[in-house]
């Protein structure tokens, strides 16, 4: 009789899932890497009827690669904040190529896959919150157009090259307004997580199986933030001013949004998310978004006998953004 499954699992070397590397356009990430996830490929299956038979016909039609998902530390993404900024500022995509080795417990590579004109499709900033001191990461999707799949080659992984999360929390920010909110701008007590997505399509052409990755628009992220409802009398100002007192319809409303979309007491302005080191003096990355309006005002929940700080959360569309990398980055 043939030996059970849980009988092989509980002899044979199975290798762990935290020895791996990435690697992308022949450089490694040069920061932690929290996980990786994805790229493989699947078959979408085509039903097709027979005739008067009860039974459909199935078969396998195109392939779709399954997008490429890392999960990294902050330290390491300014490939990444570079890429998104070139994209929007000067419609410019770049297609990289890379690969993602997985290695078991004495880091002997055992399989690896290759990619191949990938776009990156989509970056998650953190949420940063004063009141934690959480380490930085951020997220990153890519979809690539190709990929291959072997074995491992029985070669070592480099440990030496690994790079290390630098110590750089989420509590490390500073988020300022440039309207009159900007009073209540050093109260902010923490800014949601925030997803770019940059848009793609998929293209069939003749009869490949695999389809092309063409790249489209940008879908802007959701700016929340939350601070002290006690030092919020000015971002409460301004959803006054631009959302809550535009009920009525008619060409005085209309009239007053026209003409006050900007300035000091415009119901848009702009704003910026600056990344700081651990000295808060010194800006890493910075985002500077513009357009930003008002959608939302929200109140934390009453609860009776409760001891928390009530806390205030506004929510704002972004219509731009451009991404500073450049700033004094991360000393080795």
């Not at 762990?16 to 890497?33: R, Y």
């Not at 493989?40 to 998902?69: D, W």
């Not at 415009?266 to 651990?278: A, I, Q, V």
């Not at 939302?296 to 700080?309: D, H, L, M, R, Y």
Request: charged content about 25%; proline content about 3%; some cysteine.
């Amino acid at each position: 009789m043939p030996p059970s499954n849980a009988a092989l699992g509980a002899k044979s070397n199975n290798f762990s899932t935290g020895h791996f590397k990435v690697v992308i356009d022949g450089a490694q990430i040069t920061a932690f890497i929290k996980s990786v996830e994805g790229g493989l490929v699947s078959g979408q299956v085509v039903e097709e009827p027979i005739g008067q038979n009860n039974i459909r016909g199935r078969h396998l039609g195109t392939r779709e690669i399954e997008p490429i998902q890392i999960e990294f530390g902050m330290a390491g993404a300014k490939w990444a904040l570079d890429i998104v900024n070139d994209f929007i500022v000067n419609r410019k995509t770049h297609r990289f190529n890379g690969e993602v080795v997985h290695a078991d417990a004495n880091m002997v590579a055992q399989y690896r896959f290759t990619f191949t004109n990938a776009l990156l499709t989509e970056l998650t900033l953190p949420k940063m919150d004063a009141t934690t001191k959480d380490s930085a990461m951020c997220k990153v999707k890519l979809q690539p157009q190709d990929v291959t799949f072997q074995l491992g080659d029985g070669k070592k992984l480099n440990q030496d090259s690994f790079g290390r999360q630098k110590a750089w929390n989420t509590a490390n920010f500073r988020m300022n307004f440039d309207n009159m909110a900007k009073d209540n701008s050093p109260h902010i007590s923490s800014v949601e997580s925030m997803t770019i997505k940059l848009g793609y399509k998929t293209m069939q052409l003749s009869n490949f199986f695999r389809p092309d990755v063409i790249p489209t628009k940008v879908d802007m992220p959701k700016l929340s933030v939350n601070l002290p409802l006690l030092r919020a009398n000015k971002f409460i100002d301004w959803y006054q001013k631009s959302v809550g007192n535009q009920l009525n319809t008619g060409i005085e409303d209309a009239g007053h949004l026209e003409g006050t979309a900007q300035g000091a007491d415009g119901y848009e302005t702009t704003c910026s998310l600056e990344f700081l080191d651990n000295t808060l003096k010194e800006t890493l990355y910075e985002i500077d978004l513009a357009g930003v309006g008002m959608e939302k005002f929200t109140i934390a929940k009453s609860e009776a006998n409760g001891s928390g700080v009530k806390m205030a959360k506004f929510d704002f569309y972004v219509t731009d953004m451009k991404v500073k990398s450049n700033g004094g980055g991360f000393k080795k």
